[in-house]
């Protein structure tokens, strides 16, 4: 069964940092296509950073948070993170740790329950 349990969230001032853990089970994250997504309250969930690829891995990222934000993952601990740098409040969201995999030509998708991440001084 997958599951995915994210961490780390919390309260944090403009200009900090804050690093969310994504812990994956029923599933080897290495090779699974995964991403974290955020959703702000009023707004629609949106795309972070997503990683993919087992040797060759490929790191796309948000335009609104390159250069402040990095997506890594642990492959011995099964452990996807997001290191935050540089919070602005325009960060404060609720943020989703995701799988997606493709099997016989359908879609699945599978989400952590979330981390509250809020930026305000």
């Known amino acids: 069964q997958v599951q995915l349990v994210e961490s780390g969230g919390g309260l944090v001032q403009p200009g900090g940092s804050l690093r969310l853990s994504c812990a994956a089970s029923?599933?080897?994250?290495?090779?699974?296509?995964m991403s974290w997504y955020r959703q702000a309250p009023g707004k629609e969930r949106e795309l972070v950073a997503n990683?993919?690829?087992?040797?060759?891995?490929?790191?796309n990222y948000a335009d609104s948070v390159k250069g402040r934000f990095t997506i890594s993952r642990d492959n011995a601990r099964n452990t996807m993170y997001l290191q935050m740098n540089s919070l602005k409040p325009e960060d404060t969201a609720v943020y989703y740790c995701?799988?997606?995999?493709?099997?016989?030509?359908?879609?699945?998708?599978?989400w952590g329950q979330g981390t509250q991440v809020t930026v305000s001084s």
């Open positions: 995701h799988r997606a995999r493709i099997l016989a030509g359908r879609r699945y998708d599978y």
């Open positions: 029923g599933f080897t994250l290495s090779s699974a296509a």
């Open positions: 990683i993919t690829g087992v040797v060759a891995r490929t790191i």
